[in-house]
């Protein structure tokens, strides 16, 4: 998945047993590819996307977070850390593999947010493993961006 590509139609169930689909969404998406539930990296980065979602409603934008993690598993860690926004089950890696996020040494699920434009395309892609905050920041600063055109 590059810069200017169509995201492909997918669905996946989240931490509550909700379909989540991208077909039909007419607002921006910030979809967000972290690595397992309840590790130090992973909580700072879906608690930085918690600590500023209504300024991602107010830029029009929905978040998702993505990770092969379990419902159950999903469902804790959203409910110990406050989340607003759902986490999507991908169980067998399949929207992972869509998108093309890499593993990290071959070994690590990596860590990729994508903006995605009420249109369905990607306006950006961040990748950084070890700064989650980092993220946060990329996506508000593109969605404004959007928001400007």
């Not at 029009?60 to 110990?80: C, D, M």
């Not at 306006?123 to 600063?141: Q, T, V, Y």
Request: hydrophobic share 35%; net charge positive; aromatic share 10%.
């Amino acid at each position: 998945m590059q810069i200017g590509d169509k995201v492909p139609q997918f669905s996946l169930l989240d931490q509550n047993g909700t379909k989540r689909s991208n077909n039909g969404l007419k607002t921006p998406l910030v979809l967000f590819f972290y690595p397992k539930d309840d590790t130090p990296g992973c909580t700072i980065e879906v608690c930085g996307f918690r600590d500023k979602y209504d300024l991602f409603k107010v830029l029009g934008a929905q978040v998702w977070g993505v990770s092969n993690g379990s419902s159950s598993s999903h469902l804790a860690f959203a409910n110990k850390n406050k989340l607003q926004y759902p986490l999507l089950c991908d169980k067998n890696d399949s929207l992972r593999k869509a998108f093309k996020v890499p593993k990290v040494l071959g070994l690590l699920d990596g860590r990729v947010t994508y903006v995605i434009d009420r249109n369905g395309f990607v306006k950006h892609i961040f990748r950084d493993l070890l700064n989650g905050p980092e993220h946060i920041k990329e996506a508000i600063r593109v969605l404004k961006e959007i928001q400007n055109q």
